[in-house]
Each structure stands twice: as C-alpha cells, then as structure tokens.
C-alpha cells in the first residue's frame, strides 16, 4: 500500500448500498447510490476499492467512460466524459465481491454447517466490502439493504425499517438509516442467530445479545452489561446515546475482542456468552469491561471521530480509560483500580523499546495504522490520560470532556482539540503538559535517593529515559512529570504533589518515615530507589496500598529484566511480600515467577525455585481450601485458583496434580462440574502429566463445547498447551494450522506454545513450516499476533534463527511488528541468561524463610 490520500474536494454525504449476499459461493453482489458533493470542476471521481470487479458506473445518470484501478492505493478512478461541476451529485456504482476466508472485509464464517457473512472494516477494510471514501473523515449517512438466505437473521447498525420475502428462499431486509458515520464503522452479518430477550435502559435504547445457536441462553449477564454501562456513559458526557439500538453480536471467527460499530457491536463469542454456571469471575469482569470500552467508543471514536489515524489514540486511550471507570465505579467490590494499573504493564514494556512510537505520531497509510492498535495506543494512552485526570481532578476533568463532545459531535477532532478543551475547563496549560507525553517516545525513570534531616526525609529524584536495553545510551529527553509523592508520618499517610521538569530536583518531606513517589499508581513512570529508600520501604511495605505495592513490584521486575537490578533484589521483595492476601499483587508475583520458570532456571536451581514458588503459594491455597465457601470475597475466589495455578505449574506440587487430575476426570466423565472459578487452572494443572487419553478427552470436550458453552471451549483449548509429554506437544503444534483450531485463535495458541520449554521446538518447527500458508495471508491482526509470538523464543539455541526468519518474512504492514519482536528476543535472551547465572544465589535462604 502507498501513500495515497483522497482528495478532500469531493465528499460523500448519504450512501445507499445494497447487498446480494450468496453464502453457498461466497460471493457478493452489490451496488451503491451515493450522494456527493463536489467543491470543483473534474472529470473523475476518485474513491477507495480493493479486490472488488466495478461492472458500472454513472453519475447523474451519465455513464463512466473507464474505470481504472490503482492496486498500490487501492482506489478506482471513473472517468466521465463530461465535466463534473461543482456541487451536488448522485454517483451509483455496481460490483462483485468475494467474502473472504481472511477475517477482514466482507468475510465469511463456518461453525459446522452453519454459514455466516459478517463485517469488519477498521481499519480501512470498508474498502473490501463497497466502494466508498474510506478516511475517518469522510464521514456520512448510510442505509443498508441486504439479499440473504431466508431462514438467516441479518443484523446491522440501525433497527430493521421493512423485510420481505423474495421468494425462491431469499429475503430482503432493509435498515434504518444510520447517523453521521464514518465508513469503518458500518457493520452487518448474516447468519442463524438467536438473540436474548430485549432489555431496556432507562433512555428506553433497546438492548440485546445476538448469539450463534445455543449460545444466547448465556448472554443475559453481557446484555445487562450493556445496559448498565451505557445508562453511566449517558450521564458522564451528559449526552444521550445516539444509534437507536444496541446489538451485541458474539461472531464465531473474529480478528479482535471486540469493534465498535454503532448500534451492531461485534465481539469474539467468548465475551459475551457466559453465565454463572460456566463462567469465571475473571471473565464476568472481562465481558463488562470490554463492553464499556465498546460503549464509550459510542461518544469517542463514532459520535466523534479522529480526523486521521494519526490520533487512533484518541478513540483507543478514551475507550480504555473511561470504559475501566464506567465498570470500577458500577462494580466497587471487584476493585479494578488494582486490575487498571496491571493493565499499564504492556504499555511500559512495548514502550521500553527503542523501536517504541509516540502515543500520537504521523500515520503515512492504513498498513501503518494496523501496526498501531496496540499497547501503546491503549494502554499507555489510557494511563497517561489517567494521569492528567489526577492532576486535574475529576471534575475539571470531565467538564472538558463534556465541551469538547459536544464541540465536535458527529464531525472530526484532533488531541489539539481535546487538550484546549481541557485548558478550558481547568484553567491550566493541558497543552503543554500533555504535547510532551503523546509526542515523545518512551517514559521516564524516576531514580530516587534518601537522606534524613532531623525529623525529616529529603528526598532527591532525578529523570532519565527508560529503556529495556542497558546498553542503549542516555538520551536527553525529560518530561513534566506530574509526581504524587506517599509518605507515612507516624501513623498519618500524607501527599506531596511535585511537577518534575527539571532533570532533577529535591523536596523535602516533613515527619517521614518512609516514602513512595508514584502514590496510587498514577504515574506513568518506573522507579529506582537508592539503599536507604529501600530499607524504608521494606519496613513499611503493608503500608502502601495495593496498586502501589503492585507499582513497585512491577518496576523492580522491569528493571531486573533490563539488567539494571539483579534477580536476587526481586526475590527478595517477593519474599518478603509472603503472607500477602490481595489477589492482584498475587497475580503479578505468580506471572513474573511463571517467565522465570520457563526462561531462566536451570536443571540444578529448578528444586529450591519450586520450593520457593510453594513458599508463597502454598499457605494460599491452605488457607482457602479447595471448594468455595460461601462467604467468600471477589478476591478469594480468584486467589484460589492463582495458587493452584502456580504450585501445580511451576512448584510442581504432587499433590496439587493429583487432585487436579481426579476433579478433571470426574467433570469429563459427568460425575462432577468444576467450579468456574477453578476450572481454567485446574484443566491446565491436570494436563501437565497427562496421557494420550486424556489429550484425546481434552480435544473431544472442546469440539463438543463448540456449540454450547464458549468458556468450557476456551478452557479446553488452553488445556491441550499444557501437555508436556513431547509426542502430544508435537501432535498439538501440527494441528494448530489444522481446523482443530478456528482460525481467530491460531496465533493465540502459538504466543503459549513457542513461550514454553516443553513446546517450543515443536511449536517453532510447525510455524516456519506453515508461515507462508497459514500466517502470511491471516488478516493483520492475527498475523502481527503471530509475529508477536516469536519474540517468546527466549534461548539462545533459537533466538538466532528467529531473528533471521522474521527479517525474511518482513512485510509492509508488519515493519514495526517485527522490528519490535526482534528487539524484545534480543533483549529478553539476554535477560534470561543473566537471571540463570544469578538465580541459585538469589534462592539461597529464601525457600524456607517465613514471612516478614
């Protein structure tokens, strides 16, 4: 794909477009009134089509004398022989398509002889489906007409307007007109749907879950997630929501979670079709957080769009902070502000690259686009976006959000627009504050020293740039850093707010005892503590609160891996956060040590590592117990099943395996169920030492739970990769890019696969044998999935040869992917090989300590 832009002179308005969809020979058969006007005399229209035969086309009833096609940009010229004055026109064009086996476009699904058609246009994929002006800023009307197989349900953005039978088993069924969008989000399907019964928001928007067959029993809990999360959105912007109706519609092959398509949300089914009977807590809050991110994107991104890709962010960023507020605030006991500063944790490590990009950056073309929905775009947006909010105050805050919504309503804006919006409402200079942390690459490490004067604790805090290479030298950017210092005075906990803009500066900190510079984890920057700051800290470690102790584990396992630290300062800090009972500082123990595990212990350290795992995991689930109580909290329910987890993966617990594989075989012989909050760690527990027969289970239980219970199905799915007999491990990595396994969850299957020891030669054998037949034509987003998944060959004896593979399979739209895959497998490599020499000397002592 080249540079190519449309020119702004010639605007759509209104499109009229009509599908004859043909599901036996995938085919579609279309055509499109479109209502343009002109700003000056021509004699062609230029527009966007691709991999799509234009047979006709007229304007004003004029036929076009040729049609040309640029495949580079992906447009189609119609030349007319008469000047085209400026002004307004009617351009109607005909065309054939395919619907496409890539998960983009117009494409297809199969679920067994079911047959779906279904949509996915971000980010210039609309292009794929009709001709169109296919730029976030030619935005327009559209009304949709679509010919399907009767019988099939059809579902689109706005409610159905008429339906007809055309006899010969087809049905027309036509849709509302949309309002004022821009064309990545128009979205249809077609296929044997259920839907759950209609609920209503209190704004009275129709509200239901559209689901493939046997499903939609289980998607009451998502619909009233929507309800809820869209009545809270309608007072925070103090705008009602606009599109008539909200479908939430679970696809059965799907390139992302979830697309934000006014009206008609589409969704990867496991979110959406969960009940209490077959669903985890995680994944209960996972559907409502998705689903308010999806809903916010009604007001950021589809009532007002960016005017370029160049601020993707201001949809993704938006989405991720306000959706994690609309589900913290409606669900208080499930106490996400610990899950929404986990979540910053992939934005910090992508952004510790050299081959990182600003939040908001020059986007030359659509393939660089697709590069950018990623943790940069989302995660550290959002956390910066998090950090204004907290220097501002929420009320400030928010009234900017609501000016600047209603400033550009059905239009488009810039970050420009939003940060003087922000400027309004607060009275500061947001611009400048925010220009310097979404135009620049990278974030700061905050390097903090101590000394104690008197009563007092003056503290010194210096900034420099962070990278995840220590080899990488110095650079001279600095940010305004908007600290939030926590320091205890005797029993009081105080703040001291600083703005860092300097290289370096001091404060002072009357009647501390000890102190933290980033309090409640709003920051987005890491921090390194001199000696003293960590004796202080450690006396004082239950003090901080959960989200802080989470920041500070988070950015002493960052440092290790960046061999800024040594291994033996992590296990220390980890040990000595024994006896710790919040459920997400647990999480973030159990992850680091799970990649120690599978990339940095040796045979000879493996003993005393497990040893040490059963240290902190081991009073856990001895405490908890195995069966659910009760009375037990949000937190409870998932600290159980983290322990299990972690002895019977990485502590090796006998026992724990035993009574994993007994509770498996009797939910697979039907004697008993799994509890849903267990069930995912118990499955991959009890495969570590499983059998063929038990493979065997395992894939018939996934086939059967297909059609019937999307989370039993993904658990299952998990399961198989934890087999570490090498024959079944081999058997799996061959059948990955078989239909054993549905073409969206083929590079997901490969991130854990080449990530474990006992499958990675399999597992990297199988990706280079398939890459050109089964990766290199995946939509972009499975296939920089895929790439990502490389960069978990973390040895030396592989880390070469991926390295020079990945360089042979560059593409234009996965440059950056790949560059950031090989950075990481160098980085990381490195990494490994410094915490295995080091290991057995952290481990020294630690095993058997209690806790402080």
């Not at 912007?237 to 979670?257: M, V």
């Not at 937190?635 to 006998?654: M, S, V």
């Not at 058997?731 to 997901?748: H, S």
Request: charged share 25%; glycine share 6%; with cysteine.
């Amino acid at each position: 794909m080249n540079d190519f832009r449309l020119p702004t002179d010639v605007r759509p308005r209104r499109y009229a477009l009509k599908f004859d969809l043909d599901l036996d020979a995938w085919r579609s058969t279309g055509s499109a009134r479109i209502e343009l006007a002109t700003a000056r005399a021509t004699k062609e229209i230029v527009l966007h089509a691709c991999d799509l035969d234009i047979g006709a086309a007229r304007l004003d009833g004029e036929p076009a004398v040729d049609i040309s096609h640029d495949e580079e940009a992906q447009t189609a010229t119609l030349e007319f022989a008469s000047d085209i004055e400026p002004g307004d026109h009617l351009l109607d064009v005909e065309w054939t398509g395919e619907i496409t086996a890539k998960l983009r476009g117009l494409y297809r699904s199969v679920r067994g002889e079911e047959r779906y058609a279904a949509t996915q246009f971000e980010a210039a994929d609309a292009r794929r489906a009709f001709p169109c002006f296919d730029e976030p800023e030619f935005k327009a009307r559209f009304a949709v007409e679509i010919v399907h197989p009767a019988g099939l349900m059809a579902v689109a953005n706005m409610p159905i307007a008429a339906q007809r039978d055309l006899g010969g088993g087809r049905t027309l069924t036509a849709f509302e007109e949309t309002p004022v969008i821009s064309s990545y989000l128009v979205a249809f399907t077609v296929g044997p749907y259920e839907a759950t019964p209609v609920a209503t928001t209190r704004t009275g928007i129709p509200t239901r879950v559209v689901l493939p067959p046997g499903l939609a029993v289980r998607g009451e809990h998502a619909r009233d997630a929507h309800v809820r999360a869209v009545e809270w959105l309608e007072e925070y912007t103090a705008i009602p929501y606009q599109y008539r109706k909200i479908d939430a519609i679970g696809l059965p092959d799907f390139e992302a979670g979830a697309m934000e398509n006014p009206g008609a949300i589409t969704y990867r089914v496991r979110l959406l079709a969960a009940d209490t009977q077959t669903a985890s807590l995680p994944v209960f809050k996972a559907i409502f957080a998705v689903a308010a991110h999806e809903l916010t994107h009604m007001w950021w991104g589809d009532l007002v769009t960016m005017k370029w890709w160049n601020d993707l962010w201001l949809n993704e960023s938006f989405a991720s902070f306000v959706g994690d507020k609309c589900a913290d605030g409606l669900n208080p006991e499930w106490q996400m502000r610990r899950d929404i500063v986990a979540d910053a944790a992939p934005a910090f490590n992508l952004d510790s690259l050299v081959t990182t990009h600003p939040i908001s950056m020059e986007v030359r073309n659509a393939d660089e686009a697709s590069q950018r929905f990623d943790a940069i775009t989302y995660n550290k947006g959002q956390a910066v976006l998090r950090m204004i909010e907290n220097f501002l105050g929420e009320g400030p805050f928010r009234d900017g959000v609501r000016a600047y919504l209603q400033r550009h309503r059905e239009a488009n804006a810039t970050a420009d627009d939003f940060w003087r919006a922000l400027d309004e409402s607060s009275g500061r200079d947001v611009t400048t504050l925010a220009n310097a942390w979404i135009r620049e690459p990278g974030h700061p490490l905050v390097q903090c020293s101590v000394r104690e004067a008197g009563d007092d604790l003056v503290v010194t805090v210096r900034q420099q740039r962070f990278f995840a290479d220590p080899d990488v030298k110095d650079t001279a950017q600095t940010w305004p850093v908007p600290l939030v210092i926590a320091y205890g005075a005797d029993t009081e906990r105080r703040e001291e707010r600083v703005l860092l803009e300097d290289r370096e500066t001091a404060v002072t900190l009357g009647g501390a005892r000890w102190w933290f510079p980033n309090a409640g984890a709003a920051g987005f920057y890491r921090c390194a503590f001199d000696d003293r700051s960590v004796v202080l800290l450690a006396s004082a470690i239950r003090r901080l609160r959960p989200e802080e102790r989470l920041s500070l584990l988070d950015d002493q396992w960052a440092l290790v891996r960046a061999r800024k630290a040594g291994i033996g300062q992590y296990i220390a800090l980890a040990a000595r956060l024994r006896g710790e009972t919040d459920r997400a500082v647990l999480q973030l123990i159990a992850q680091a040590l799970s990649w120690i595990s599978s990339n940095a212990v040796t045979d000879a350290a493996r003993a005393r590592f497990e040893g040490f795992v059963a240290s902190i995991f081991g009073p856990e689930l001895a405490a908890l117990g195995w069966e659910r109580r009760a009375d037990d909290a949000p937190d409870e329910r998932e600290r159980r099943a983290i322990a299990i987890a972690a002895l019977g993966q990485h502590a090796a617990d006998a026992a724990v395996r035993r009574e994993a594989r007994r509770r498996v075989e009797e939910h697979l012989a039907g004697n008993a169920t799994l509890d849903p909050d267990l069930a995912g760690a118990i499955v991959g527990v009890a495969a570590i030492e499983g059998d063929a027969a038990l493979y065997d289970a395992y894939v018939t239980r996934m086939r059967a739970s297909e059609k019937t219970d999307a989370q039993e199905e993904a658990r299952f799915r998990y399961g198989l990769t934890q087999f570490r007999d090498g024959a079944l491990a081999a058997r799996l990595a061959g059948e990955v890019f078989t239909d054993l396994i549905r073409t969206q969850d083929k590079a997901l299957m490969l991130t854990t696969l080449l990530g474990e020891p006992h499958s990675r030669a399999a597992a990297w054998e199988a990706t280079q044998r398939s890459w050109d037949a089964h990766i290199a034509p995946m939509d972009p987003g499975n296939k920089n999935r895929a790439i990502g998944a490389v960069s978990g060959l973390i040895l030396r004896a592989y880390a070469s040869d991926a390295i020079a593979f990945l360089a042979s399979k560059r593409t234009p739209d996965s440059d950056e992917t790949v560059d950031r895959a090989v950075e990481r497998l160098r980085i990381l490599t490195a990494a490994a090989e410094q915490m295995a020499r080091d290991l057995p000397a952290a481990l020294e002592g630690v095993s058997e300590r209690q806790p402080a």
